[in-house]
């Protein structure tokens, strides 16, 4: 258990020297609420901790960056990504995280490369940091928001159904385009 803190912590100031403090503070947050979660879902801490972690690790990195690490890591790009090259944050700290510290856990791999879009048949641990992301406590209140954190601790499933259509209603609002992998997840709900 030493062990794993100790790690952590390294891992923590990497994560920290890639964003900015606001960034950060929101990685916290992160990690803060998927520890809560994965202890009430019954799930290993030190894996929500780690994907909590590292999920945002290359979300402040430059478009050109992005475009590269993609490139170089042979992250499959559909149109819809390749026009939207910022959602390809998760996919890219995945591939760090495994290829920088040898992590090869696939649940923590997918947990960080899943929790922008979501994906089909998500595991508790991808849920979790999915929705985490969206609640964490420095998250803008909203009735929405509430519900959803009101969920996220009673029910991971409900919680993602009500996530996925918040997010539809989102990006419709702010008329944004929507990835059909969304579509094709929220039926599993």
Same mark, same amino acid.
């Given at each position: 258990?030493? !062990? #794993? $803190?100790?790690? $952590?912590? $390294? /891992?923590? !100031? /990497?994560?920290?020297?890639?964003?900015? #403090?606001k960034r950060y503070r929101h990685t916290l947050g992160v990690v803060e609420v998927a520890t809560d979660l994965a202890i009430i879902?019954?799930? !290993?801490?030190? *894996?929500? %901790?780690?994907?909590?972690?590292? =999920? #945002?690790?290359? *979300?402040? /990195?430059?478009?050109?960056?992005? %475009?590269?690490?993609? &490139? =170089?890591y042979h992250i499959p790009m559909d149109d819809f990504l390749k026009d939207n090259i910022h959602l390809s944050h998760g996919l890219i700290a995945a591939k760090i995280v495994e290829d920088k510290f040898a992590i090869k856990d696939s649940n923590i791999l997918k947990a960080i490369n899943n929790h922008t879009l979501g994906a089909k048949n998500m595991s508790d641990l991808e849920k979790i940091i999915y929705i985490s992301d969206i609640i964490e406590p420095s998250r803008k209140y909203s009735p929405q928001l509430n519900k959803l954190r009101i969920l996220a601790y009673? #029910?991971? !499933?409900?919680?993602? &159904?009500?996530?996925? +259509? %918040? +997010?539809i209603d989102y990006l419709t609002l702010k008329n944004k385009p929507i990835h059909p992998i969304i579509y094709s997840i929220l039926k599993e709900y």
């Open positions: 258990m030493e !062990d #794993d $803190i100790g790690q $952590i912590q $390294i /891992y923590s !100031d /990497y994560v920290q020297e890639q964003m900015d #403090d879902y019954g799930l !290993d801490l030190y *894996k929500a %901790r780690l994907s909590a972690l590292f =999920h #945002d690790l290359a *979300k402040e /990195y430059p478009v050109d960056k992005k %475009r590269e690490l993609c &490139k =170089h009673t #029910d991971l !499933d409900k919680a993602m &159904k009500f996530a996925l +259509n %918040r +997010n």
